[in-house]
């Protein structure tokens, strides 16, 4: 037993000998106040203009502050990943956004607000001065942002005097019929935006555009008050899928 007590002594480090093992690393605790100026978000934004900067600059911008152990902009490459880019958080919603840690609300609010207005500027652009001359003209205009909902929302498509497009405004989602959809609310859009005349365009998460009863009461209900308030109701379309459509004025049904 002697020669394997000397190899343990030998072994045992003495007390003031430095260990060789490293500690596990501690959380980061840079903040963007330690980076040098060139590497900060806001001031490369100032300085080299939006344009040049990334999406997660961009997106840290946004979102201000990081977290403990997770700099702002280390936390905005992560939500990029784990959302699958801009498109994933532009899909998911701001209570699901606000229960990831280092959101919360607030930030939640403001990311989902961006997005918004990137979406709107888009459409904006994409949309400047069309004009509506048929109903493939409407669903068209609609298609892509609606195909693929699962629940039902309806868009008034508002239209000058030229049917040339001013405005797209959801006003309700959720299951259309009579007690929801108040007919008020939609030509007091069109009121305030001084729109000449008005389409509505809704969805059928089904897939098959084929109206209902309640799509061509409510029809019937918007095309009457128009008349009443000189706002003409130039069609009713229903998105389907793959990509099928229905336009009810085409049908008859409601006029």
């Known amino acids: 037993m002697a020669p394997r007590r000397k190899i343990l002594e030998a072994a045992r480090l003495p007390d003031d000998a430095v260990s ?29 203009g939006p344009r040049s900067l990334t999406t997660a600059e961009l997106l840290a911008i946004l979102l201000r502050t990081g977290v403990v152990g997770v700099m702002v902009t280390d936390l905005a490459r992560q939500l990029l990943a784990e959302y699958d880019g801009l498109a994933g958080l532009a899909a998911a919603s701001a209570q699901q956004l606000a229960q990831r840690h280092g959101l919360g609300p607030a930030k939640a609010a403001q990311l989902k607000a961006a997005l ?18 048929a109903p493939e003209d409407l669903k068209d205009l609609v298609y892509h942002d609606m195909v693929w909902l699962d629940h039902e929302q309806l868009r008034v498509i508002l239209l000058d005097m030229r049917n040339r497009v001013l405005a797209c405004r959801i006003l309700y989602e959720g299951s259309l019929n009579q007690s929801t959809v108040r007919i008020a609310e939609i030509f007091k859009v069109a009121i305030r935006e001084n729109a000449a005349s008005v389409a509505i365009v809704h969805n059928h998460p ?29 069609d009713h379309v229903i998105v389907g899928r793959n990509p099928q459509f229905v336009s009810l004025r085409q049908r008859g049904a409601g006029w």
Do not use: C, Y
């Not at 501690?26 to 490369?44: F, Q, V, Y």
């Not at 084929?210 to 918007?222: A, K, N």
């Open 206 to 234: 089904s897939g098959d555009p084929s109206p209902s009863p309640e799509d061509i009461r409510v029809t019937r209900d918007l095309v009457s008050a128009g008349k009443l308030l000189d706002i003409e109701v130039v």
């Open 20 to 48: 060789t093992v490293e500690p596990a690393p501690e959380p980061s605790t840079l903040t963007m106040k330690d980076l040098d100026p060139s590497e900060r978000p806001r001031e490369r934004l100032w300085e080299l």
């Open 116 to 133: 918004e207005l990137g979406h709107r500027l888009m459409q904006e652009t994409t949309r400047e001065r069309r004009k509506i001359t």
